[in-house]
């Protein structure tokens, strides 16, 4: 995305979720040279019960789409995942690594779905 990020990630042992973030975000500010601040209002999900590590990965992958920042067949390049077997969807994407046509829609009810926690 323009202006944010998402991460979808496991935690180890070491770190906590704000421990996380907090070196996520001084590593960040220590490797970009433009000034910049820190969204005041951001904040960190764990996983409830009924969402799946599958589901925020797909909603990652989605939404520049969803969002028409992206044409849905051209790549996103700000898309990065270092291990492609950790997503299933990922095996489903067109050969060029864009989302099939009529994801964007169905997305769109699974999180209608998640919502109501079905």
């Not at 996380?20 to 904040?43: C, G, M, P, V, Y």
Request: charged share 20%.
């Amino acid at each position: 995305m323009p202006d944010h990020v998402h991460v979808v990630l496991t935690l180890g042992s070491r770190l906590t979720l704000g421990q996380w973030i907090a070196k996520a975000k001084h590593l960040a500010r220590s490797a970009i040279t433009r000034s910049f601040a820190w969204q005041t209002d951001a904040f960190e999900h764990h996983l409830r019960i009924n969402e799946t590590p599958e589901d925020y990965g797909l909603y990652t992958f989605l939404n520049p789409y969803r969002e028409k920042l992206v044409r849905v067949d051209q790549p996103w390049p700000g898309w990065w995942c270092p291990d492609n077997r950790k997503f299933g969807f990922l095996t489903h994407t067109t050969p060029t690594g864009c989302p099939q046509a009529d994801w964007c829609r169905a997305f769109e009810a699974r999180l209608v779905a998640l919502s109501s926690g079905e």
